[in-house]
């Protein structure tokens, strides 16, 4: 990671180096809300792999089920943070002898958890593992940007979609709400879009109102994870049955939180810190959902 003016592309010399990653970063965040969390994944036999694996170890979530690929080479990124916005431009480099196969994936965990929260990276094993939570009776979350070649496939299986704005526009031909909506039709629960500073839109199946769940004017330093905070605050309000409206509050509260600490992780915050915001910004003015 490397923070720069605006304009300014190349990269200084010493880069920060920072742990991340989608499922990961979701993981820990869970984790500091209060939560009980397994991550299964898979890294490279290198000391990026350390990295990214301290912290969710010092947080107390579950490793037992990560590959480590001794011949691999650790998922990175070289990411880009704009100084004077925090918004980011993200360069992914990944090696592919560091996945997760479907014959791979721990089935009794999958069977035995509440929620299963999944992006979309390796999509036949993604595939299978909510194929499998489905029968289990396990709630599932799909954390996606992009268009994979399973997608459709996946969602058949997936009760929350939770999905970019970008990949909302690829689906709606540039539209967002037609995303939105096509994205519902294959899903049980509810779909969501997020839309950065500007919060989320959710619709259920079948037709339902859109719900709009505006974000919360934050100092941003950094964006980079902001995404993944909102799945974990999602996921977490779930586990308590919050409405679906306060729900989506709370994740955006979780993800506005993050962006004052820079890399993925380093903003991500306690539970007493997301609800006294939410408490000190219902004080300011605006209606708890």
Do not use: K, Y
């Not at 190349?10 to 397994?38: C, D, F, N, Y």
């Not at 089935?107 to 999944?118: G, H, K, P, T």
């Not at 899903?187 to 500007?198: D, K, P, Q």
């Amino acid at each position: 990671m490397w923070v720069a003016p605006a304009g300014e592309r190349a990269p200084p010399e010493e880069l920060l180096q920072l742990p991340g990653g989608q499922i990961a970063t979701a993981a820990l965040a869970l984790a500091r809300l209060g939560h009980r969390v397994a991550w299964g994944g898979a890294v490279g036999g290198d000391a990026a792999g350390e990295t990214a694996l301290a912290p969710l170890r010092a947080a107390g979530v579950d490793l037992g089920d990560v590959r480590r690929i001794a011949a691999g080479r650790t998922r990175r990124a070289l990411v880009r943070v704009d100084a004077d916005s925090g918004e980011r431009e993200i360069f992914p480099e990944r090696d592919p002898r560091v996945v997760v196969a479907p014959e791979q994936l721990p089935l009794d965990r999958i069977r035995a958890a509440r929620v299963l929260l999944v992006d979309a990276e390796d999509p036949e094993a993604t595939l299978a593992a909510v194929r499998h939570a489905r029968g289990a009776g396990v709630l599932t979350v799909l954390d996606a940007d992009a268009p994979v070649s399973e997608l459709s496939r996946i969602c058949e299986f997936i009760d929350f979609p939770i999905v970019s704005r970008a990949l909302a526009e690829a689906l709606g031909n540039g539209s967002v709400r037609e995303g939105l909506q096509m994205l519902a039709q294959g899903v049980t629960r509810l779909a969501v879009v997020t839309l950065g500073a500007e919060g989320c839109l959710a619709v259920a199946p079948g037709g339902g109102p859109v719900i709009s769940s505006p974000g919360f004017e934050v100092d941003v330093r950094d964006t980079t994870g902001a995404g993944d905070a909102f799945h974990a605050g999602f996921v977490s309000a779930l586990l308590e049955g919050r409405t679906f409206p306060a729900a989506l509050r709370f994740a955006n509260a979780v993800a506005a939180l993050n962006c004052a600490g820079l890399g993925a992780q380093a903003g991500l915050p306690s539970r007493r810190a997301v609800e006294g915001f939410l408490v000190a910004r219902s004080s300011a003015g605006e209606e708890l959902a």
